[in-house]
């Protein structure tokens, strides 16, 4: 193939994807109003049930980097500016809080726009899990008091999955004093949750605003506590989870709550039940593939999903939300990055329809991922990404002119999209796919 012929190829699928984005961008500029309210949910025994008691199936992803940053998500990261604490303290003091408000917004208001809403759905999904910063409802400036924009961001996120058929979970991604050494809990190095009541103590505080808004909204499917809280022992996290549960439940009785596992499990909680906890679910992260869990490669996914006899797999934690009596929800997962598109596509459907078959609500991570080279390749971690012809550039936050991050932001949004077809296209088939070969 010529340069030329490729070069023109390569525009015509930019002008597609652009066009796409145009017509799901005009196709609202406000939230459709639902056709029907969701059913409140609840969790009984090992299921997740709709309020009439029948079982539905939880199949969702994760909406990162939107209300918490992960640099590495928007082709960003560096030594100097891999967290969002660090941004932020970079746009103090070179433009005054007031301007790095401002600039936030626009962040903000281009990753999340109605095109992803209106795209989100076409996965075959109806859950979404939304990350968030403790600073998105509490005024910094003033603790234990709300912004005056305290609920934009998750009214917004909650209307619009609703109007779209979805339900959501709100996870505290990061924690007031951050609750892991960890870039996603806010700031890099910093953990001080555990060992400061403040912290915690404003995190109760939180949690129950929360609770008091949204109580009677069915289309909150849950509330996750506290994201990989692994800045200090298991027992000692198990403690503090069961505390918060306490305080979140005194405010609101028909939520169900969901309690985070540790590196090594939940055995430090004990039974729910046992101890008088009601409406509850299990949280864990499993990343076969990534994180010391082998390669990404269909073997490590065959053996987690179809319960190898060596190493991890679904039978082991099975057996222990059967013992437990227990819902459970795999809050992270990521099954198609760097597989190719056709097998990403067919591991995708068939570990959401592994998760199900336990009766287990699951959200990959994560919905977008932005990089700077542009397409998907042999699978970025988002479900979609920039095009191919759409280079995301590396700003230095330090010294680029604001029209240069304003630019960064505001691309965010216009950018034309290049999606895992092969996932949308397995996640809507009839017939699941067979990756292992197994027919």
Known sequence: MT?????????????????????????????????TQLPMLH??????????????????????????????????????????????????????????????????????????????????????????LWSVIEDEKNPRHLRADAWHYLD?????????????????????????????????????????????ERTTWLWQQIAARYKDRSAVAGYSLLNE????????????????YVNVRAVDPNHVIILPGYHSGIDAYGDPAKQGQTNVAF????????????????????????????GRNVCEWYAR???????????????WAELGPELGGQITRVSYDTYAKYGWAATSWSYKVFNNRGGQGKGTWGLVTNADSVAVPLVDFAAAPKSEIEGLFSL?????????QQVIDWMNKRVAPDPFHLR
């Open 3 to 35: 340069f030329g012929l490729k070069f023109a190829l390569k525009r015509l699928r930019a002008l597609a994807w652009l066009a796409l984005g145009f017509i799901c961008v005009a196709s609202g500029a406000s939230t459709p109003a639902p056709s």
């Open 43 to 132: 969790t009984e025994g090992t299921r997740w049930l709709r309020s009439d008691g029948s079982p539905i199936d939880l199949k969702g992803v994760n909406l990162g980097n939107w209300l918490i940053q992960e640099f590495w998500m928007m082709g960003q990261s560096t030594k100097a500016m891999n967290d969002q604490c660090t941004l932020e303290a970079t746009l103090d003091q070179r433009f005054g809080y007031a301007e790095r408000e401002r600039l936030m917004k626009l962040f903000r208001d281009n990753w999340m726009s109605q095109r992803d809403w209106d795209l989100l759905p076409r996965f075959g999904l109806n859950l979404v899990r939304l990350p968030f």
């Open 156 to 200: 917004q996120a909650i209307n619009q999955a609703e109007a779209h058929g979805m339900y959501v979970i709100l996870d505290l991604h990061g924690a007031a004093g951050n609750q892991s050494l960890e870039h996603h809990s806010g700031c890099v190095g910093r953990n001080l949750y555990w060992t400061t009541p403040e912290y915690q």
């Open 229 to 244: 809280p692994w800045g200090t022992t298991e027992g000692h996290m198990a403690a503090v989870m069961k505390n918060l």
């Open 283 to 310: 949280e864990m992260h499993f990343y076969p593939g990534f994180f010391g869990f082998g390669k990404p490669e269909a073997k490590v996914h065959r053996d987690w999903l179809l319960c190898a006899p060596t």
């Open 321 to 335: 939300m059967m013992a437990l009596d227990a819902a459970f929800y795999i809050g992270e997962f990521q099954p």
């Open 412 to 420: 965010f949004g216009s950018a034309a999209y290049e999606p895992q």
